[in-house]
């Protein structure tokens, strides 16, 4: 079992360097936004593997939508140039999901800088 789960981990680390070189160098897509791919997890049977992305400078979620739209859409073409570059007998499927970490740290960061703010506002307020 742990031999196939370091299998499964090996796949998935290929996989993601291997599509963000397809993906910056291949799919020529105006609307395509600045696409970053945070993890890919591939399922233990080697049928399917969840991409997680962020985009860069976009954050509505209409642009969101359609960067997912485009990468709908060119999934196949990106399938068939895993399948030439990586050593596999069947490329899994490709899912496409959109990262929400990255969006959800920078609105913490932002709550705990207020915060801090705030404090640093209250403790001058004290002193005086």
């Keep these: 079992m742990a031999n196939e789960n370091s299998r499964t981990h090996r796949v998935a680390d290929q996989m993601q360097r291997e599509l963000a070189l397809l993906i910056q160098r291949e799919i020529r897509d105006p609307r395509l936004g600045m ?3 945070t993890a890919v997890d591939v399922s233990r049977d080697l049928a399917h593997a969840k991409v997680y992305i962020t985009l860069m400078n976009k954050d509505s979620d209409e642009e969101i939508a359609e960067n997912l739209a485009i990468l709908k ?6 399938r068939m140039q895993l399948g030439k570059v990586m050593k596999l007998r069947s490329v ?3 899912h ?3 990262d929400e970490s990255v969006r959800r740290g920078v609105h913490l960061s932002s709550l705990i800088e207020r915060a801090v703010a705030e404090d640093r506002e209250h403790q001058s307020d004290g002193e005086e």
């Excluded at 859409?73 to 990106?78: H, K, W």
Aim: charged share 0%.
């Design 35 to 37: 696409i970053t791919i």
């Design 73 to 78: 859409n060119v999934a196949g073409f990106l």
């Design 92 to 94: 899994p499927q490709l």
């Design 96 to 98: 496409f999901h959109y």
